[in-house]
Protein backbone atom coordinates (compact mmCIF):
# COMPACT_ATOMS: atom_id res chain seq x y z
CA UNK A 1 0.00 0.00 0.00
CA UNK A 2 1.28 3.39 -0.89
CA UNK A 3 1.54 6.07 1.46
CA UNK A 4 0.40 9.62 -0.21
CA UNK A 5 3.10 12.29 0.66
CA UNK A 6 0.73 15.20 1.85
CA UNK A 7 2.10 18.81 3.59
CA UNK A 8 1.24 18.09 6.75
CA UNK A 9 2.53 13.81 7.31
CA UNK A 10 6.13 15.98 6.04
CA UNK A 11 5.55 18.68 8.73
CA UNK A 12 5.22 15.28 11.35
CA UNK A 13 8.30 13.43 9.35
CA UNK A 14 10.58 16.64 10.38
CA UNK A 15 8.95 17.37 13.77
CA UNK A 16 10.03 13.50 14.64
CA UNK A 17 13.48 13.59 13.23
CA UNK A 18 13.89 16.91 15.00
CA UNK A 19 12.42 15.55 18.11
CA UNK A 20 14.74 12.75 18.29
CA UNK A 21 18.13 14.07 17.74
CA UNK A 22 17.15 16.66 20.90
CA UNK A 23 16.07 13.41 22.71
CA UNK A 24 19.74 11.27 21.91
CA UNK A 25 21.29 14.86 23.14
CA UNK A 26 19.28 15.17 26.19
CA UNK A 27 20.28 11.46 27.52
CA UNK A 28 23.77 11.64 26.12
CA UNK A 29 24.77 15.04 26.77
CA UNK A 30 22.31 15.89 29.77
CA UNK A 31 19.90 18.86 30.30
CA UNK A 32 22.21 21.52 30.08
CA UNK A 33 23.21 20.65 26.46
CA UNK A 34 19.81 20.90 25.07
CA UNK A 35 17.74 23.42 27.53
CA UNK A 36 18.16 27.05 29.14
CA UNK A 37 17.74 25.99 32.68
CA UNK A 38 19.77 26.44 35.27
CA UNK A 39 20.31 26.98 39.30
CA UNK A 40 18.24 30.17 39.25
CA UNK A 41 15.60 28.85 36.73
CA UNK A 42 15.19 25.14 37.38
CA UNK A 43 12.29 24.69 35.98
CA UNK A 44 12.10 25.81 31.98
CA UNK A 45 9.51 25.30 28.87
CA UNK A 46 9.14 21.63 29.66
CA UNK A 47 7.27 21.97 33.34
CA UNK A 48 5.70 24.75 31.90
CA UNK A 49 3.75 23.77 28.73
CA UNK A 50 4.76 19.96 28.88
CA UNK A 51 3.28 19.29 32.63
CA UNK A 52 1.33 21.92 33.39
CA UNK A 53 -0.21 22.81 30.37
CA UNK A 54 0.05 18.86 29.34
CA UNK A 55 -2.61 17.76 32.62
CA UNK A 56 -4.80 21.05 32.12
CA UNK A 57 -5.46 20.04 28.71
CA UNK A 58 -6.40 16.15 29.19
CA UNK A 59 -9.16 17.53 31.89
CA UNK A 60 -11.57 16.88 29.37
CA UNK A 61 -11.94 13.09 30.71
CA UNK A 62 -12.73 14.05 34.47
CA UNK A 63 -15.25 16.60 32.71
CA UNK A 64 -17.51 14.94 30.62
CA UNK A 65 -17.39 11.47 32.17
CA UNK A 66 -18.45 13.96 35.43
CA UNK A 67 -21.23 15.46 33.87
CA UNK A 68 -22.36 12.22 32.37
CA UNK A 69 -22.28 10.07 35.37
CA UNK A 70 -22.64 11.96 37.84
CA UNK A 71 -24.97 14.75 36.56
CA UNK A 72 -26.74 12.69 34.49
CA UNK A 73 -26.25 14.71 31.40
CA UNK A 74 -27.02 11.88 28.99
CA UNK A 75 -26.95 14.48 25.88
CA UNK A 76 -23.24 14.33 26.17
CA UNK A 77 -22.44 10.91 26.32
CA UNK A 78 -21.21 10.52 22.34
CA UNK A 79 -18.34 12.93 23.38
CA UNK A 80 -17.46 10.45 26.61
CA UNK A 81 -15.29 8.31 24.67
CA UNK A 82 -13.53 10.76 22.91
CA UNK A 83 -12.72 12.73 25.97
CA UNK A 84 -11.68 9.73 28.02
CA UNK A 85 -8.87 9.30 24.63
CA UNK A 86 -7.96 12.85 24.68
CA UNK A 87 -7.66 12.36 28.86
CA UNK A 88 -5.54 9.01 28.14
CA UNK A 89 -3.22 10.01 25.61
CA UNK A 90 -2.48 13.51 27.51
CA UNK A 91 -1.47 11.35 30.79
CA UNK A 92 0.89 9.27 28.53
CA UNK A 93 2.41 11.87 26.97
CA UNK A 94 2.72 14.12 29.98
CA UNK A 95 4.58 11.16 31.53
CA UNK A 96 6.76 11.36 28.63
CA UNK A 97 7.57 15.02 29.14
CA UNK A 98 8.09 14.94 32.56
CA UNK A 99 10.72 11.70 32.01
CA UNK A 100 12.57 14.57 29.94
CA UNK A 101 12.52 17.12 32.39
CA UNK A 102 13.58 14.87 35.68
CA UNK A 103 17.28 14.80 35.91
CA UNK A 104 17.74 11.05 36.49
CA UNK A 105 14.36 9.95 35.22
CA UNK A 106 15.17 6.44 35.71
CA UNK A 107 14.71 6.73 39.52
CA UNK A 108 11.00 8.23 39.06
CA UNK A 109 10.00 4.68 40.76
CA UNK A 110 11.46 5.80 43.73
CA UNK A 111 8.31 7.88 44.87
CA UNK A 112 6.54 4.44 45.55
CA UNK A 113 9.36 3.26 47.86
CA UNK A 114 10.83 6.70 49.31
CA UNK A 115 7.60 8.50 50.30
CA UNK A 116 6.67 11.82 51.68
CA UNK A 117 3.18 12.29 52.07
CA UNK A 118 3.83 15.72 53.19
CA UNK A 119 4.93 16.82 49.76
CA UNK A 120 2.95 18.20 47.18
CA UNK A 121 4.62 16.96 44.89
CA UNK A 122 4.40 13.52 45.79
CA UNK A 123 0.42 14.10 46.11
CA UNK A 124 0.53 15.12 42.55
CA UNK A 125 3.06 12.44 41.32
CA UNK A 126 0.70 9.67 42.98
CA UNK A 127 -2.72 10.86 41.82
CA UNK A 128 -1.39 11.25 38.08
CA UNK A 129 0.04 7.47 38.00
CA UNK A 130 -3.39 6.43 39.66
CA UNK A 131 -5.35 8.54 37.32
CA UNK A 132 -3.26 7.12 34.21
CA UNK A 133 -4.36 3.64 35.26
CA UNK A 134 -8.07 4.56 35.80
CA UNK A 135 -8.13 6.22 32.55
CA UNK A 136 -6.54 2.88 31.15
CA UNK A 137 -9.36 0.54 32.28
CA UNK A 138 -11.70 3.17 31.45
CA UNK A 139 -10.26 3.39 27.74
CA UNK A 140 -9.82 -0.71 27.66
CA UNK A 141 -13.92 -1.25 26.60
CA UNK A 142 -12.75 0.16 23.02
CA UNK A 143 -10.41 -2.55 22.64
CA UNK A 144 -12.18 -4.90 23.28
CA UNK A 145 -15.45 -3.76 21.72
CA UNK A 146 -13.09 -3.97 18.43
CA UNK A 147 -12.24 -7.52 18.90
CA UNK A 148 -15.21 -8.16 20.10
CA UNK A 149 -14.49 -9.83 23.55
CA UNK A 150 -17.56 -9.40 25.39
CA UNK A 151 -16.53 -11.34 28.64
CA UNK A 152 -13.73 -8.74 29.37
CA UNK A 153 -16.23 -5.98 29.12
CA UNK A 154 -18.50 -7.40 31.25
CA UNK A 155 -15.82 -7.58 34.24
CA UNK A 156 -14.88 -3.87 33.69
CA UNK A 157 -18.58 -3.09 33.60
CA UNK A 158 -18.98 -4.26 37.21
CA UNK A 159 -16.30 -2.26 38.89
CA UNK A 160 -17.45 0.92 35.82
CA UNK A 161 -18.94 2.70 38.75
CA UNK A 162 -15.89 3.01 40.94
CA UNK A 163 -13.62 3.57 38.31
CA UNK A 164 -15.75 7.20 37.68
CA UNK A 165 -15.82 7.72 41.13
CA UNK A 166 -12.13 7.20 41.68
CA UNK A 167 -11.40 9.18 38.25
CA UNK A 168 -13.23 12.59 39.09
CA UNK A 169 -11.82 12.23 42.89
CA UNK A 170 -8.09 12.18 41.86
CA UNK A 171 -8.17 14.76 38.83
CA UNK A 172 -9.77 17.17 41.21
CA UNK A 173 -6.74 16.45 43.61
CA UNK A 174 -3.81 16.88 40.93
CA UNK A 175 -5.86 19.31 39.29
CA UNK A 176 -5.75 21.70 42.13
CA UNK A 177 -2.32 20.88 43.98
CA UNK A 178 -0.66 21.64 41.03
CA UNK A 179 -1.38 25.41 41.84
CA UNK A 180 -0.37 24.40 45.20
CA UNK A 181 2.73 23.29 44.12
CA UNK A 182 3.81 27.49 44.13
CA UNK A 183 2.31 28.39 47.50
CA UNK A 184 5.67 27.74 48.96
CA UNK A 185 7.14 30.25 46.65
CA UNK A 186 5.29 33.76 47.52
CA UNK A 187 8.74 35.78 47.67
CA UNK A 188 9.44 34.21 43.82
CA UNK A 189 6.52 34.53 42.08
CA UNK A 190 5.05 37.70 40.94
CA UNK A 191 2.13 39.14 42.62
CA UNK A 192 -0.02 39.60 39.31
CA UNK A 193 -0.05 35.30 39.58
CA UNK A 194 0.86 34.11 43.26
CA UNK A 195 -2.52 34.18 44.88
CA UNK A 196 -3.03 31.80 48.30
CA UNK A 197 -6.14 30.83 45.72
CA UNK A 198 -4.14 29.45 43.16
CA UNK A 199 -5.19 25.79 43.89
CA UNK A 200 -8.55 27.17 43.04
CA UNK A 201 -7.54 28.53 40.11
CA UNK A 202 -5.89 25.86 38.46
CA UNK A 203 -8.82 23.66 39.21
CA UNK A 204 -11.15 26.14 37.64
CA UNK A 205 -9.30 26.24 34.69
CA UNK A 206 -8.93 22.73 33.81
CA UNK A 207 -12.72 22.23 33.90
CA UNK A 208 -13.10 25.75 31.36
CA UNK A 209 -10.21 23.89 29.39
CA UNK A 210 -11.76 20.36 29.43
CA UNK A 211 -15.13 21.99 27.70
CA UNK A 212 -13.05 24.14 25.60
CA UNK A 213 -11.08 20.79 24.73
CA UNK A 214 -13.74 18.53 24.01
CA UNK A 215 -15.14 21.64 21.52
CA UNK A 216 -11.75 21.40 19.59
CA UNK A 217 -11.22 17.68 19.31
CA UNK A 218 -14.69 16.72 18.46
CA UNK A 219 -14.42 19.70 15.04
CA UNK A 220 -11.20 18.17 14.26
CA UNK A 221 -11.91 14.59 14.59
CA UNK A 222 -14.85 15.29 12.48
CA UNK A 223 -12.79 16.96 9.57
CA UNK A 224 -9.91 15.02 9.63
CA UNK A 225 -12.52 11.81 9.79
CA UNK A 226 -14.81 13.23 7.31
CA UNK A 227 -17.76 12.63 10.53
CA UNK A 228 -20.36 15.26 11.27
CA UNK A 229 -20.63 17.56 13.54
CA UNK A 230 -23.27 16.63 16.78
CA UNK A 231 -24.12 20.23 16.62
CA UNK A 232 -26.83 20.16 19.76
CA UNK A 233 -23.61 18.24 22.02
CA UNK A 234 -21.53 21.49 20.72
CA UNK A 235 -24.04 23.94 21.91
CA UNK A 236 -24.01 22.51 25.04
CA UNK A 237 -20.47 22.25 25.37
CA UNK A 238 -20.29 26.23 24.88
CA UNK A 239 -23.08 27.00 27.01
CA UNK A 240 -20.96 25.57 29.64
CA UNK A 241 -18.04 26.42 28.82
CA UNK A 242 -19.42 30.35 28.70
CA UNK A 243 -20.50 29.88 32.45
CA UNK A 244 -17.05 28.37 32.94
CA UNK A 245 -15.22 31.42 31.89
CA UNK A 246 -17.79 33.66 33.68
CA UNK A 247 -16.52 31.59 37.09
CA UNK A 248 -12.91 31.69 36.45
CA UNK A 249 -12.82 35.64 35.77
CA UNK A 250 -15.04 36.68 38.81
CA UNK A 251 -13.11 34.54 40.74
CA UNK A 252 -9.43 36.52 39.25
CA UNK A 253 -11.04 39.88 39.63
CA UNK A 254 -12.51 38.99 42.90
CA UNK A 255 -8.81 37.98 43.76
CA UNK A 256 -7.18 41.14 42.50
CA UNK A 257 -9.69 43.21 44.50
CA UNK A 258 -9.05 41.42 47.59
CA UNK A 259 -4.80 41.79 47.43
CA UNK A 260 -5.51 45.12 46.41
CA UNK A 261 -3.88 44.78 42.35
CA UNK A 262 -7.07 46.00 40.36
CA UNK A 263 -5.27 48.89 39.60
CA UNK A 264 -2.16 47.17 39.41
CA UNK A 265 -2.85 45.21 36.76
CA UNK A 266 -3.27 48.35 34.23
CA UNK A 267 -0.37 49.78 35.00
CA UNK A 268 2.36 49.25 31.73
CA UNK A 269 4.97 47.15 32.22
CA UNK A 270 7.36 43.51 31.17
CA UNK A 271 5.35 41.38 33.30
CA UNK A 272 1.20 43.23 32.59
CA UNK A 273 1.95 42.88 28.93
CA UNK A 274 1.95 38.68 29.55
CA UNK A 275 -0.98 39.40 31.85
CA UNK A 276 -3.38 41.35 29.52
CA UNK A 277 -2.45 38.98 26.79
CA UNK A 278 -3.37 36.16 29.12
CA UNK A 279 -6.69 37.83 30.19
CA UNK A 280 -7.74 38.75 26.61
CA UNK A 281 -7.21 35.13 25.27
CA UNK A 282 -8.71 33.42 28.73
CA UNK A 283 -12.09 36.03 29.13
CA UNK A 284 -12.55 39.14 27.03
CA UNK A 285 -12.71 37.67 23.80
CA UNK A 286 -14.24 34.24 23.59
CA UNK A 287 -16.58 35.66 26.97
CA UNK A 288 -17.92 37.94 24.50
CA UNK A 289 -17.91 35.90 21.83
CA UNK A 290 -20.33 33.21 23.68
CA UNK A 291 -22.29 35.63 24.57
CA UNK A 292 -23.70 35.68 21.16
CA UNK A 293 -26.46 33.55 20.12
CA UNK A 294 -24.96 33.50 16.90
CA UNK A 295 -21.93 32.16 17.88
CA UNK A 296 -23.69 29.38 19.98
CA UNK A 297 -25.14 27.94 17.50
CA UNK A 298 -22.16 28.25 14.43
CA UNK A 299 -19.58 25.17 14.90
CA UNK A 300 -17.38 28.05 13.82
CA UNK A 301 -18.00 30.29 16.30
CA UNK A 302 -17.53 27.73 18.64
CA UNK A 303 -14.30 26.18 17.47
CA UNK A 304 -12.60 29.27 17.68
CA UNK A 305 -13.99 30.63 20.87
CA UNK A 306 -12.85 27.23 22.64
CA UNK A 307 -9.23 27.88 20.36
CA UNK A 308 -9.09 31.18 21.68
CA UNK A 309 -10.11 30.30 25.09
CA UNK A 310 -7.12 27.09 25.31
CA UNK A 311 -4.21 30.10 24.20
CA UNK A 312 -5.37 32.39 26.94
CA UNK A 313 -5.20 29.21 29.59
CA UNK A 314 -1.67 28.16 28.08
CA UNK A 315 -0.69 31.44 28.46
CA UNK A 316 -1.72 31.32 32.46
CA UNK A 317 0.24 28.19 32.70
CA UNK A 318 3.45 29.78 30.86
CA UNK A 319 2.98 32.83 32.80
CA UNK A 320 2.81 31.13 36.32
CA UNK A 321 5.81 28.91 35.73
CA UNK A 322 7.87 31.10 33.68
CA UNK A 323 7.16 34.98 33.47
CA UNK A 324 6.46 34.99 37.10
CA UNK A 325 10.06 34.22 38.06
CA UNK A 326 11.60 36.34 35.74
CA UNK A 327 11.51 39.77 37.88
CA UNK A 328 12.87 37.57 41.12
CA UNK A 329 15.68 35.57 39.13
CA UNK A 330 16.91 38.75 37.04
CA UNK A 331 17.05 37.61 33.80
CA UNK A 332 14.83 36.76 30.85
CA UNK A 333 14.26 32.74 30.23
CA UNK A 334 14.30 31.60 26.61
CA UNK A 335 14.01 27.78 25.78
CA UNK A 336 16.74 26.79 23.25
CA UNK A 337 15.15 25.27 19.90
CA UNK A 338 16.08 21.63 21.31
CA UNK A 339 13.34 22.29 23.83
CA UNK A 340 10.63 23.09 21.24
CA UNK A 341 11.40 20.35 19.07
CA UNK A 342 10.95 17.79 22.15
CA UNK A 343 7.41 19.46 22.92
CA UNK A 344 6.56 19.63 19.51
CA UNK A 345 7.49 15.73 19.12
CA UNK A 346 5.32 15.19 21.96
CA UNK A 347 2.25 16.67 20.59
CA UNK A 348 3.00 15.35 17.03
CA UNK A 349 3.01 11.72 18.84
CA UNK A 350 -0.45 12.74 20.44
CA UNK A 351 -2.25 14.02 17.32
CA UNK A 352 -0.98 10.73 15.59
CA UNK A 353 -1.80 8.31 18.32
CA UNK A 354 -5.44 9.95 18.67
CA UNK A 355 -6.27 9.60 14.38
CA UNK A 356 -5.03 6.34 15.46
CA UNK A 357 -7.62 5.24 17.53
CA UNK A 358 -10.24 6.75 16.11
CA UNK A 359 -9.69 4.79 12.78
CA UNK A 360 -9.55 1.39 14.45
CA UNK A 361 -10.97 1.51 17.32
CA UNK A 362 -15.13 2.40 18.37
CA UNK A 363 -14.18 5.85 19.74
CA UNK A 364 -17.49 7.63 18.36
CA UNK A 365 -20.65 6.22 18.29
CA UNK A 366 -21.39 4.75 14.38
CA UNK A 367 -25.43 4.77 14.70
CA UNK A 368 -26.18 8.82 15.54
CA UNK A 369 -25.20 11.53 13.11
CA UNK A 370 -26.13 15.01 12.31
CA UNK A 371 -26.70 16.84 9.29
CA UNK A 372 -24.10 19.57 9.23
CA UNK A 373 -21.96 21.46 6.49
CA UNK A 374 -19.15 22.23 7.86
CA UNK A 375 -17.57 24.41 4.68
CA UNK A 376 -16.92 27.98 5.91
CA UNK A 377 -19.66 30.57 5.90
CA UNK A 378 -22.25 27.52 6.82
CA UNK A 379 -25.08 29.00 8.75
CA UNK A 380 -25.37 26.26 11.97
CA UNK A 381 -28.77 28.01 13.24
CA UNK A 382 -30.22 26.34 10.20
CA UNK A 383 -29.27 23.00 11.44
CA UNK A 384 -30.16 23.93 14.70
CA UNK A 385 -34.04 24.98 13.13
CA UNK A 386 -34.14 21.67 11.56
CA UNK A 387 -31.88 19.36 12.73
CA UNK A 388 -31.68 15.77 10.56
CA UNK A 389 -30.55 12.72 12.34
CA UNK A 390 -29.00 9.98 10.29
CA UNK A 391 -29.06 6.11 11.77
CA UNK A 392 -26.92 3.55 10.33
CA UNK A 393 -29.61 0.82 8.75
CA UNK A 394 -32.13 3.37 7.89
Partial sequence: ???????????????????????????????????????????????????????MLAAGGFCIVGAVYLFNVESLHSVVRPAVLTAFLGYLLFIVGLLFDLGRPWFIWHQLIYMNPHSVMFEVGMCVMTYTTVLFFEFLPNVFERFNLKRPIKWIKRFYPVLIVLGILLSTLHQSSLGSLYLIMPSKLHPFWYSPALPFFFFGSAVAVGLAMTIFESTQSAKAMGRHLEIEVLVQLGGALLVALWVNALLRLEDYWRRDMLLQIFKPSYEAYFLWLELLFSFVIPITMLSFKKVRLSPQGLYLASVISLFGFITNRLNVSLIGFETYVGHHYVPKWTEFSVTLMIIAMGFFLFAVAVKYLPIFPPGRELAVNLSPGTEASHAMAAPVLTHAGD
Fill in 1 to 55: MKIKLTFWRAVFVVVMVLGLYSTYVRYAHGLGAVTNMSDQFPWGFWIGFDCLCGV
